[in-house]
T-cell receptor, first 115, second 112 residues
C-alpha cells in the first residue's frame, strides 16, 4: 500500500528534551512538508523540502530542525528551544502524477505533549 | 503572503440535505490552486476537492462541488445529499508560491 506513515502516534516529552518525529512516504513524491496544528486552528507550515538534501523554513520554523537525507524520509526534531511544543504535527508529501504535482497528501499525525 | 478567511466556524445540515461552506482568500499570485480538505475526529487530513485557478469550470467530485469566483477571490464548497460520514472540520487552502495556506476551518455537523 502506498502512503505516508508517521510515528509515534503519541509522544510525551519532558521540558528541556529534544524529540524527533518520524515521517516516511513510499509514494515516490519529491516534496515533503511538516505542519503544526493547535486546538481549533488550521495548519501552519514549519519546514518543507522540495528535493533531497535541501529544505526551507516555513512560517514557524523557530525551535524546530529537519533533515532530508533520503527521498522517502523527512524527520522533524522539536528542540528545547521551542517554547510551546504541545500540538498535533502533520507530515505531507506532494509530487505525484503529472497534473497533480501540487496536491499534498497527509500522514495520520503525531500528538506531542510536553509534561 | 496569502490570507484565508472561513467566516463560518460551525455549521449544521440535515442528513440528505445540501450545505455550502464559504471561503475567501487573498493572494498576489496569478497562477495558483485551491483545495478543500476535511479532518474527521481521527484528525487525518483528507483531500476533498482541487481547483486550478486558470480553469473557469468549477471542479466536482461526486457529491462535492465548488463555486470558484476568481475576481471575488471566493471558493465555496457545496456538499449535496449530506451523509453522517461528512461530519468533520473542513479547511479551505489556497496553494501558491510553493506553499499551502490553511483557513481556520468550519466544523460541520450532520444531523440524522
Amino acid at each position: 500500500d502506498g502512503g505516508i506513515t508517521q510515528s509515534p502516534k503519541y509522544l510525551f516529552r519532558k521540558e528541556g528534551q529534544n524529540v524527533t518525529l518520524s515521517c516516511e512516504q513510499n509514494l515516490n513524491h519529491d516534496a515533503m512538508y511538516w505542519y503544526r496544528q493547535d486546538p481549533g486552528q488550521g495548519l501552519r507550515l514549519i519546514y518543507y523540502s522540495q528535493i533531497v538534501n535541501d529544505f526551507q523554513k516555513g512560517d514557524i520554523a523557530e525551535g524546530y530542525s529537519v533533515s532530508r537525507e533520503k527521498k522517502e524520509s523527512f524527520p522533524l526534531t522539536v528542540t528545547s528551544a521551542q517554547k510551546n511544543p504541545t500540538a498535533f504535527y502533520l507530515c505531507a508529501s506532494s509530487g505525484g502524477m503529472a497534473g497533480d504535482t501540487d496536491t499534498q497528501y497527509f500522514g495520520p499525525g503525531t500528538r506531542l505533549t510536553v509534561l | 503572503a496569502q490570507t484565508v478567511t472561513q467566516s463560518q466556524p460551525e455549521m449544521s445540515v440535515q442528513e440528505a440535505e445540501t450545505v455550502t461552506l464559504s471561503c475567501t482568500y487573498d493572494t498576489s499570485e496569478s497562477d495558483y490552486y485551491l483545495f478543500w480538505y476535511k479532518q474527521p475526529p481521527s484528525r487525518q487530513m483528507i483531500l476533498v476537492i482541487r481547483q486550478e485557478a486558470y480553469k473557469q469550470q468549477n471542479a466536482t467530485e461526486n457529491r462535492f462541488s465548488v463555486n470558484f469566483q476568481k475576481a471575488a477571490k471566493s471558493f465555496s464548497l457545496k456538499i449535496s445529499d449530506s451523509q453522517l460520514g461528512d461530519a468533520a472540520m473542513y479547511f479551505c487552502a489556497p496553494f501558491s508560491a510553493r506553499q499551502l495556506t490553511f483557513g481556520s476551518g468550519t466544523q460541520l455537523t450532520v444531523l440524522p
